[in-house]
């Protein structure tokens, strides 16, 4: 029994740790800023708007490119 009290401390410390992780994320759940708007609801994909190109599809020779440097890579 010695040895379990040993790691009480630590427990202890785990469970502080999840008990402060889950209050200060439910804090900022209420308190945080709500920013919603027109400008936040529209899709945005790396600094541009949508164009209508998504679902276009790559040529071949992208993907035997990728895997010859995979191979040669690893």
Same mark, same amino acid.
Do not use: H, N, Q
């Given at each position: 029994?010695?040895?379990a009290s040993d790691y009480l401390p630590i427990l202890y410390m785990i469970i502080l740790g999840i008990i402060l992780a889950t209050t =200060?994320?439910?804090?900022? @759940? =209420?308190?945080?800023?709500? @920013?919603?708007?027109?400008?936040?609801?529209?899709?945005f994909e790396s600094g541009f708007l949508k164009d209508g190109m998504e679902g276009h599809r790559y040529d071949v020779k992208f993907y035997?490119?990728?895997?010859?440097f995979l191979i040669f890579d690893v």
């Open positions: 029994m010695a040895i =200060f994320s439910i804090i900022g @759940l =209420f308190l945080g800023p709500k @920013l919603r708007g027109d400008a936040k609801e529209t899709p035997m490119t990728a895997l010859v």
